[in-house]
């Protein structure tokens, strides 16, 4: 693995931590862009890379986008990530959760890590048995905040759309719109299923064909292959897998109006926010409308650390402010003819002192 400062997507990061405990079999990263407001907030992601650089260009990419994000829904959290760097068999033991909550702890407090790609409640349940700096855990009592922050995630992204759909195309309502959702995972598939209720008309896909297929059974929607939603005629994209699936070529190839779903990283690099902008579409920072999860995770963290209690209401109150500073966002990029993702960075860094 090449020296961490000389890759792209270091952006001054005040900690870059390689972990190998050979007896579990653990490799991992944990990055800490900043810790300005707070300590370093974000999940881990647990995924087999073949080659390791990409595990680092993650980390690095994913904590910067956990500071802009956790800044911009004024939490007061830091930014951070983990990746845990699978073998290609995915294997997770209990030896290698215990090593990687060893590994949070020793940073002494500075991360709080949570679920994300390939990791589970139930794993950061075994995490826990390590350390007390980790959050996404069973919820204590009903209403009480806690869980599984994938469906929160939903919940923002849902509400961001509507926004978006309110902002370009000037509907109150997404009745009849078509809505093309990448992944239908926990958070693709709970947006897709808000939508659904909303009368939208989805086209769904998923590198499982099997699940896309199933959901689009359920919600009397459509599904293509993955290889189709790209390109589809759609009034809005929302992708919600993986990401850096916005570049030149990918771009230029888009039919829709809008580009708003919770995948990371969607811009393959910062240049190509403006590649969007100058086409004509509308985009949403995925920061700004993918932080339910966090926002769940962070009131969860912050009341068990207090010795306070915190309820699903405190959550769905912050989610709500989302549509609000996407709107903001979008309006100072019309006023300015400067792109959304430009304008909400600005933002974002002046709230973590680098502006």
Known sequence: MTAFWTEPDFDDH?????????NSGLMAIIALHSTHLGPGAGGTRFWHYPDPKDGLRDALRLSRGMSYKNAMAGLPMGGGKAVIL???????TPEL????????????GRYVTAEDVGISEADMVAVSKRTSHVSGLPAPGEGSAGGDP??????????GIKAAVRHKLGKDSVQGVHIAVQGTGSVGGGVARLLAKDGAKLTLA??????????????????????????LP???LSPNALGAILDEDSIAKLDTAIVAGGANNQLARAHHGKTLFDRGILFAPDYVINAGGIISVATEYLARRDGVSAGVEEVHQRIANIPERLEEIWSKSDETGTPPDVVADRMAQELIGRG
């Open 206 to 231: 998923d590198i499982h064909a099997d699940r896309a297929a199933a959901l689009a059974e359920e919600l009397g929607a459509k599904a293509v292959a993955a290889d189709e939603i790209m390109t």
């Open 97 to 108: 959760l215990a090593a990687f909550g060893d590994a949070v702890e020793g940073l002494g």
């Open 14 to 22: 005040e900690v870059v931590h390689v972990v190998r405990d050979r």
């Open 234 to 236: 759609c009034d809005v």
């Open 150 to 159: 994938g469906p929160f995630t939903a919940i923002g992204i849902y509400q």
């Open 86 to 92: 699978a073998d290609e068999a995915r294997t997770k």
